[in-house]
């Protein structure tokens, strides 16, 4: 039997909502998993060279922590797994809830097929967030769309937040990476009562926007001070790539995740493209070289489906 999965590409923290908001977009990893064979894994595309070919590889040990929480069901561990991977690594664009995410699907299939009982989507939901340690990135590449989540003692709660259908985004890659464990050093654990009330309102007014398809809510920016000015440090030209987005037509920028890439909101695609050369000349100004695409949201949800071979 063979299975399928793409897995989009998310955006986590949407500058004020650290830790608790992100959105899909439209570039995926995609991945395929069949048995039958005996144990290779392939890896093609985005950081192929980097990535393990054992069952080290993020996938597979995601693929081994579903069995177990599935009770073990006889899996046979002889398959051939294919990776055709789009997201870049380590670069603030969901690479390893991608992994995460997709190995958990694939194995569910595997587990029905031995007969066994597949988790749930809460389920799914839980362990992914479990393996990550947060729900920003693992809750879109899921579920598709933007959300808002949180994670209590019942486990992860997760609400979906509208994305007007103008919504374009630019996203700027620099040509260095910045793990997610060392750009979370840097932010300090804990906050000012100011710094905490800016964030509220800076949130509010971001999913009031989305929520309204008012985007002029947006106008001039709407900002971070919970991690953003503590990780700019770590992302140099942050500074002259935000103002060159803003000053280009940009709504808004963001940190994509832990970074290094940035996020340019835009409300129509020829500004997106303008906005995406002014990024990236500006980057390069700075000696860094950058590639830049502009996205769509991804809006549906992520599911694997059985393949005929
Ligand atoms: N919320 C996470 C962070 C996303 O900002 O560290 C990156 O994995």
Request: glycine share 8%; net charge negative.
């Amino acid at each position: 039997m063979k299975y399928y999965v793409r897995v989009p590409a998310t955006s986590a923290n949407l500058g004020p909502g650290f830790d608790c908001m992100g959105l899909a977009l439209d570039v995926y990893n995609e991945m395929s998993v069949e048995t039958g064979h005996p144990f290779s894994i392939e890896i093609t595309g985005e950081s192929a060279n980097l990535l393990p070919t054992t069952r080290e590889n993020a996938v597979v040990q995601a693929m081994e922590v579903l069995f177990e929480r599935a009770g073990n069901p006889a899996v046979e561990r002889e398959w051939k797994l294919t990776l055709e991977n789009h997201i870049p690594v380590a670069s603030g664009l969901g690479s390893s809830a991608s992994a995460i995410v997709g190995g958990l699907l694939l194995a569910n299939e595997l587990v029905i097929e031995a007969g066994g009982q597949a988790l749930s989507h809460r389920e799914l939901l839980d362990l992914a967030v479990e393996l990550e340690g947060h729900p920003d990135n693992v809750a879109p590449a899921l579920t598709g769309g933007a959300s808002l989540s949180y994670v209590d003692d019942h486990g992860t709660h997760t609400f979906a937040i509208p994305v007007p259908d103008n919504l374009y985004f630019v996203v700027a890659v620099p040509y260095f990476t910045l793990h997610t464990e060392q750009s979370r050093t840097v932010v300090p654990p804990t906050v000012t009562r100011a710094d905490a009330v800016f964030n509220i309102a800076q949130a509010s007014r971001l999913t009031l926007a989305l929520c309204t398809g008012n985007l002029e809510l947006l106008r001039g920016g709407f900002s971070d001070r919970l991690h953003e000015p503590y990780r700019r440090s770590l992302v140099p030209g942050y500074d002259d790539v935000r103002h060159a987005a803003l000053r280009s037509g940009a709504l808004a920028l963001t940190l994509s995740g832990a970074g290094p890439s940035l996020l340019a909101w835009c409300t129509d695609e020829v500004a997106a493209w303008q906005v995406a050369d002014q990024m990236t000349l500006s980057w390069r100004e700075n000696g860094i070289p950058c590639r830049t695409e502009v996205y769509r949201p991804c809006l549906t949800q992520t599911v694997a489906v059985r393949e005929d071979v």
